[in-house]
């Protein structure tokens, strides 16, 4: 039986061929995940131990009080720790907001800079790749992107604001590496002396305090002497604790980098796994007779179902190997295109690690065997007079009562679970709920695959029937001739075409619901804000603005924190108006708003507990605390009011002069955009941190960042469509064996060798429609259902021309299947094959 086994691998070696590319795609996107998390996981590490290996010791603000009691290291204390004993040295590091100005006078980034201290001595951690540390305090360092983005060179000028705002110039000696800290990779970064950085900053303590131990003295020894010294409110831990810590906080956050994509993997699988129980089907379907003759020669059932069992794990085995080695060549191919992408990743080397080969190995081998369990099974009933049958007995399907009532149970469940997601208030539970919905619908489309297969083929190849004449008809009824192999093979093309369809609905969806809500929330030309989000806008901008006759309405916005609340906090505003600004309320109309009123939004209400007609008392910093009647709510995501708007005078006896936070623009009608623009521009250009912003562009930042992704997951799930397009191969090839007979007598009635192509190249479209169909209308339906769990009021969008092209690409990716199994068969001799059957 051994022997025979081996002899049926190498006789099927094409089949065997296209299943071990589906397993080794599946296994190949599992172990790259891992070999790419793991390397950057590595790296990362690596990286931040090299860079602590020249610390001893680190001090850092204390988690048990509030981050407003202990939000730095004071000098006082820096001076005890240098003081302990078996310190060497102590350093504290300054890091804040130190905003660069760039050559058009404008403050570089949406966001301002960082500013940080650049140690001196051996403590020094910063990288400089070119020029020299600061040494003076006139002196600063870039980090290389900024510069390289912004213009500037080692010997430039460069002027920087304070905390204040007020400009301050710097001489350029040196550019650094940021080396792998996100958020100075993010915002850039200027670098300075440490009592510079200070003044600059505003930052009145030290973020965290490196230690150099006395030579002979142990990291844990002088650990213990400096914790000693600062007490039980600071954090105090080895260097080599601390490079751990660094690569948690600093470090990608692979984890939900590693979970979506083996998501990805373990669709791939499935499908793979539907492709193995396909293909032991048709083989074991080609071996009747073989198998039958086994028997009659001795071979019991367990023999052959054992040999089928042999078959899929050493198909299961080599397919994991391939696979595992096809992962490492994903996972390298990563990282080099991250790389060269400019991501801020480590060097470190790809590497297969122990845990990854044993993953990929069982989940092959488990995932092979466990298709093909079936199959074998079904080996085992082959009766030995079966040896005896010139042609293969064609099987036919009937639908069990165990299956109907299974399918309804998942249907009715699936149905039920999502109807109770959309009664649910949006978020991620409802979201959880149309998921295991749409899993349970899916189960009862798969359990009843066999019974709609036919009639969803009859409709699908209602046209192709009737373009392709005899051909077409022929390929309609042989599509429905095995309806649970057909079932098998669309169900495998239907998960991949349902994921993409769901997620073109959902971004659509998304992408119209966010277009609306932009409308409503920005229904202006020009919006300017600070690039500090916490600082002010000079109220001079705003009122340059409204001497601009090519604007028509000019609407500032001003507020301030206070406290109350179940947060804390919460923000008390007002608001200079337009003749035409009219924010929408949900009660009355913004003229509701007098002396002592107030209207508020809905979150603060659900945060205060208040309704329309309660006082709310304030505290404010001229007036006391004053109680204001509520007379109005209004919905924070379609109206730009701050939380609790007042009137203007009542505000300013509050709170006295305060900035303006947001300024609101509409250009006059009849005046160019750009023109209007270049008016906006202007009247900023005096104010470094003020950025204009129009909804084109925040709009436009929203669609690339949309399209980037579902570029991205769907070219992952084209995964998924490739090991389907597979399954269709065999099953074509199958049908080929099954009809050998039929085929030759076709061709001896008179059909071509052209016909003969043409009729299983229609048989495979109409298999890839009936897939593409199925997976539309679930597609469409989850998508749906899942974008209403997601957020409130939303537009719903369907995105026909990319559904239609879905369709259409599935109906010719079954064509493409179809041209070798198509090819052979034609080739086929009419004579062969009939003294063959």
Same mark, same amino acid.
């Given at each position: 039986m051994l022997r025979a086994t081996l002899a049926g691998l190498r006789a099927h070696r094409l089949r065997l061929l296209l299943t071990s590319l589906a397993i080794a795609l599946g296994v190949g996107f599992i172990a790259g995940t891992f070999v790419l998390t793991d390397t950057i996981d590595a790296g990362f590490t690596q990286k931040f131990t090299a860079a602590a290996d020249r610390i001893d010791a680190a001090v850092t603000p204390g988690s048990g009080g509030a981050a407003a009691t202990v939000p730095r290291i004071s000098g006082a204390v820096l001076e005890r720790i240098r003081d302990a004993d078996g310190v060497a040295d102590a350093q504290g590091l300054v890091r804040g907001t130190s905003a660069l100005i760039g050559k058009d006078g404008k403050a570089a980034g949406d966001r301002p800079t960082a500013g940080v201290s650049v140690a001196e001595g051996p403590l020094n951690r910063t990288t400089i790749t070119s020029g020299a540390a600061p040494r003076s305090a006139t002196q600063a360092v870039l980090d290389e992107n900024t510069a390289k983005t912004r213009g500037f060179a080692v010997g430039d000028t460069i002027m920087v604001l304070d905390s204040e705002n007020t400009r301050h110039e710097f001489t350029l000696v040196g550019l650094f590496d940021v080396g792998l800290d996100q958020e100075l990779g993010f915002f850039g970064a200027v670098g300075y002396t440490t009592g510079t950085a200070q003044a600059m900053t505003g930052e009145k303590g030290f973020r965290e305090v490196d230690v150099a131990a006395a030579e002979g003295v142990a990291q844990e020894r002088v650990r213990g002497a400096v914790a000693a010294a600062v007490g039980p409110d600071y954090q105090v831990m080895t260097g080599e604790r601390f490079a751990e810590d660094m690569a948690e906080r600093n470090g990608a956050d692979t984890e939900m980098i590693k979970i979506g994509l083996l998501l990805f993997g373990l669709v791939a699988m499935f499908v793979a796994a539907l492709v193995i129980y396909n293909t032991f089907n048709i083989l074991i379907a080609q071996r009747t007779r073989e198998m039958a003759l086994l028997r009659c020669i001795g071979a019991t059932r367990g023999q052959v179902f054992g040999s089928i069992v042999l078959e899929s794990a050493v198909v299961g085995l080599v397919s994991s190997v391939l696979g595992l080695l096809l992962g490492y060549g994903l996972g390298a191919g990563a990282l080099a295109v991250l790389r060269a992408t400019g991501a801020p990743l480590p060097s470190a080397t790809a590497a297969l690690e122990p845990r990854t080969v044993v993953l990929g190995l069982l989940v092959g081998l488990v995932v092979t065997v466990g298709a093909a369990l079936l199959p074998a099974r079904s080996a085992t009933r082959v009766a030995p007079i079966a040896a005896l049958r010139t042609q293969v007995e064609e099987r036919t399907f009937r639908a069990g009562l165990v299956r109907v009532v299974f399918a309804v149970l998942f249907l009715v469940a699936g149905v039920g679970a999502t109807v109770a997601a959309l009664r649910m208030e949006s978020g991620q539970p409802a979201l959880m709920m149309v998921v295991a919905g749409g899993s349970l619908v899916f189960l009862a489309v798969l359990a009843l695959g066999p019974v709609i297969v036919k009639p969803l083929g009859a409709f699908a190849g209602w046209l192709p029937a009737r373009v392709f004449g005899v051909p077409g008809r022929l390929a309609v009824d042989n599509s429905g001739r095995n309806p649970k192999r057909s079932a098998t093979t669309t169900v495998a093309l239907t998960v991949g075409v349902t994921l993409m369809? /769901?997620?073109?609905?959902? @971004?659509?969806? =998304?992408?119209?619901?966010?277009?609306?809500?932009?409308?409503?929330?920005?229904?202006?030309?020009? /919006?300017?804000?600070?690039?500090?989000?916490?600082?002010?806008?000079?109220?001079?901008?705003? $009122?340059?603005?409204?001497?601009?006759? $090519?604007?028509?309405?000019?609407?500032?916005?001003?507020?301030?924190?206070?406290?109350?609340?179940?947060?804390?906090?919460?923000?008390?505003?007002? !608001?200079?108006?337009?003749?035409? !600004?009219?924010?929408?309320?949900?009660?009355?109309? =913004?003229?509701?708003?007098?002396?002592?009123?107030?209207?508020?939004?809905?979150?603060?209400?659900?945060? &205060?507990? =208040?309704?329309?007609?309660?006082?709310?008392?304030?505290? @404010?910093?001229?007036?006391?605390?004053?109680?204001?009647?509520?007379?109005?709510? !209004?919905?924070?995501?379609?109206?730009? &009011?701050?939380?609790?708007?007042?009137?203007?005078?009542? !505000?300013?006896?509050?709170?006295?002069?305060?900035? *303006?936070?947001?300024? /609101? =623009?509409?250009?006059? *009608?009849?005046?160019d955009p750009g023109q209007a623009r270049t008016v906006v521009e202007a009247a900023a250009q005096p104010y470094p941190t003020a950025k204009v912003a129009s909804s084109t562009e925040v709009r436009g930042e929203f669609d690339e960042a949309l399209d980037m992704m579902l570029m991205i997951i769907t070219g992952l799930l084209g995964l998924a469509v490739l090991i389907s397009l597979l399954g269709i191969a065999n099953t074509l090839s199958l049908s080929v064996h099954e009809r050998t007979r039929e085929s030759a007598l076709l061709r001896a009635l008179g059909l071509t060798r052209p016909q003969l192509r043409r009729m299983l190249s229609v048989e495979a479209l109409i298999l890839g429609l009936v897939g593409a169909l199925v997976g539309v209308v679930l597609g469409v339906a989850f998508g749906w259902a899942a974008a209403r769990t997601m957020t409130g009021d939303v537009v719903f969008q369907l995105p026909v021309l990319q559904i239609l092209a879905f369709v259409a690409l599935s109906g010719l990716a079954g064509v493409l299947a179809a041209v070798l199994p198509a090819r052979g068969a034609a080739r086929a001799s009419i004579v062969g094959a009939l003294a063959a059957g």
């Open positions: 369809t /769901m997620l073109a609905v959902l @971004t659509g969806t =998304i992408r119209a619901t966010y277009t609306q809500k932009l409308d409503e929330q920005f229904p202006v030309d020009y /919006m300017v804000q600070a690039q500090d989000r916490t600082s002010g806008l000079p109220r001079a901008l705003a $009122e340059d603005l409204r001497t601009r006759p $090519e604007l028509t309405s000019v609407v500032a916005f001003r507020e301030t924190a206070v406290e109350g609340g179940e947060d804390g906090k919460y923000e008390v505003g007002t !608001f200079t108006a337009a003749p035409d !600004f009219r924010p929408e309320l949900h009660t009355g109309s =913004i003229d509701l708003l007098r002396p002592g009123t107030a209207v508020v939004a809905d979150h603060v209400v659900k945060q &205060l507990g =208040i309704k329309v007609g309660d006082r709310l008392p304030i505290r @404010t910093t001229r007036a006391g605390t004053v109680d204001l009647t509520v007379v109005s709510t !209004f919905d924070s995501q379609n109206t730009s &009011l701050p939380g609790v708007t007042v009137p203007e005078q009542d !505000f300013r006896r509050y709170f006295g002069t305060v900035d *303006d936070s947001l300024v /609101m =623009i509409n250009a006059r *009608d009849g005046v």
